[in-house]
């Protein structure tokens, strides 16, 4: 009995001492996100581009694509891997992602860039830092 009553206690202690909860009025400036019925038509997807290597006029490799930079919703730069050896020893440049172009030839589609390896090479150098998810330079 003694704990049926300590129980009825407790729970009506905690009923008179909750707050209501009331849902935040939203922001009159925001707006609701509504999904979309049908999709707009796209130039490309970012998935046609990730992990994606990146030739010169010439057909030789330049980089790796490895990330984009978003802005405004758009994307506005690409991060290249140049150089290395799977992965180790890869320089990170940024490329202006409308200086990258779809060719096609022979059937095939290609990312291309109109300059140089060794041109990308000696550009800025970036490094990712975890902590503050961005890009730095080295």
């Known amino acids: 009995m003694n704990k049926t009553l300590l129980v009825a206690l407790s729970l009506g202690a ?13 922001a009159p400036d925001s707006k609701i996100v509504v999904p979309m019925e049908a999709l ?13 290597p990146v030739y010169d006029t010439n057909e030789k490799k330049v980089g790796v694509i490895t990330d984009m930079l978003f802005s405004g919703g758009e994307i506005n730069a690409v991060m290249l891997d140049v150089g290395g ?8 440049v ?37 902590k503050e998810h961005a890009w730095k330079k080295m």
């Open 14 to 26: 905690a009923m008179a001492l909750a707050q209501p909860v009331f849902a935040e009025p939203a």
């Open 40 to 52: 707009p038509r796209y130039g490309s997807l970012v998935s046609a581009w990730y992990k994606k």
């Open 85 to 92: 050896f799977l992965g180790i020893g890869a320089k990170h």
């Open 94 to 130: 940024a490329i202006p992602a409308e200086a990258i172009t779809i060719t096609d030839k022979n059937n095939k589609s290609w990312l291309t860039i109109n300059t140089t390896k060794d041109v990308v090479k000696k550009a800025t150098g970036y490094k990712y830092d975890a």
